[in-house]
């Protein structure tokens, strides 16, 4: 039976590939103010600006590849059974060829309808106003905006309780709830946390090793490790 590791992931490991990070530039995100584009005021001031926005994401995302890091992730699946739980809304780590990944904020590659968050759908190209769901309601990108609940948030806390080791690779841990995820993990649950400025993490009970290194860096060492403790 292989051991189950819990991998959450966040804006680091996309950034190796060159995707932007919400943090770049004193909260811009490529020149928006991140609640203009990321919040559903902003979304009801100017659709059309939140649509262009990540109408370009999306075009970025057929543009970038799946890093080091993302390859390391999806080979450790031979090994150990592998739960991704990541914040980032790229579709790297699917690329990659990891099978289990849970999208906390959203995915860029699906859109929803304003009406009934259940209404989603596969989506490749630009979204724009006119562009319906089945009962003529205006689809939206299927990313959770700040202010919003977190749909998958229960799954992932499911999936942390279970975990044999449990790896946070590539967040700043400042985005709440993903944050507090960890904090679910049986108390003597060996965690990994990679990150080459790591935040400092209060109130932890497990064992917990620091690896000051950016994601692709930090995998491979990760993998070592955990190959001497199965």
Excluded: C
């Excluded at 020149?31 to 100017?46: C, F, K, L, Y």
């Excluded at 939140?50 to 109408?55: I, K």
């Excluded at 998958?152 to 967040?171: D, F, M």
């Amino acid at each position: 039976m292989k051991k189950k590791l819990v991998i959450l992931t966040g804006a680091g490991i996309s950034a190796e590939s060159g995707i932007k990070t919400f943090r770049d530039a004193d909260g811009l995100w490529e020149g928006h103010n991140v609640m203009d584009v990321a919040s559903p005021e902003g979304w009801h001031r100017n659709k059309e600006l939140v649509l262009d926005f990540y109408n370009q994401r999306r075009r970025q995302l057929h543009e970038v590849k799946p890093n080091h890091g993302h390859i390391v992730l999806a080979e450790l699946e031979k090994d150990f059974d592998v739960h991704i739980i990541t914040q980032n809304v790229d579709n790297l780590h699917e690329q990659a060829g990891s099978t289990k990944v849970l999208h906390l904020h959203g995915e860029l590659l699906k859109v929803r309808s304003t009406k009934n968050e259940d209404y989603i759908l596969d989506w490749l190209h630009d979204l724009v106003i006119g562009d319906l769901d089945d009962k003529g309601n205006q689809l939206r990108p299927h990313i959770v905006w700040f202010g919003e609940m977190v749909p998958a948030l229960e799954e992932a806390i499911n999936i942390t309780e279970q975990a044999e080791y449990v790896a946070v690779i590539g967040t700043s841990l400042q985005v709440y709830p993903a944050a507090s995820l960890m904090h679910y993990a049986n108390p003597n649950t060996p965690i990994f946390y990679i990150d080459p400025r790591p935040a400092s993490i209060n109130s932890l009970q497990n064992p917990l090793e620091i690896i000051a290194m950016n994601a692709t860096e930090g995998l491979p060492l990760l993998r070592e490790k955990l190959f001497k403790l199965k």
